[in-house]
């Protein structure tokens, strides 16, 4: 996903594991636990690519029900 700062498009970038129809972010790991930084990154990807919905799947999880962690960008922009 390229970054478009104030009409300037950055030659860096972010690596979404999944976008469906642009709409749906799917960010997938396999660590310990869940932190913070991780809601972070799935927050930040809804922000830049204006998608409403994501999920953050850890398969580190001995059921993966327990892995999963939907995630709502509420954010209204001005």
């Given at each position: 996903?390229?970054?478009?700062?104030?009409?300037?498009?950055?030659?860096?970038?972010?690596?979404?594991?999944?976008?469906?129809?642009?709409?749906?972010?799917?960010?997938?790991?396999?660590?310990?636990?869940?932190?913070?930084?991780?809601?972070?990154?799935?927050?930040?990807?809804?922000?830049?690519?204006?998608?409403?919905?994501?999920m953050l799947i850890n398969f580190n999880v001995s059921l993966i029900k327990n892995g999963i962690k939907r995630v709502v960008n509420?954010?209204?922009?001005?």
């Open positions: 996903m390229p970054l478009v700062y104030e009409e300037v498009k950055l030659e860096i970038g972010y690596r979404l594991d999944i976008i469906i129809e642009n709409k749906f972010i799917v960010e997938i790991k396999a660590v310990e636990a869940l932190n913070d930084v991780h809601l972070a990154q799935v927050l930040t990807y809804l922000k830049l690519s204006k998608c409403k919905l994501g509420g954010l209204k922009e001005n």
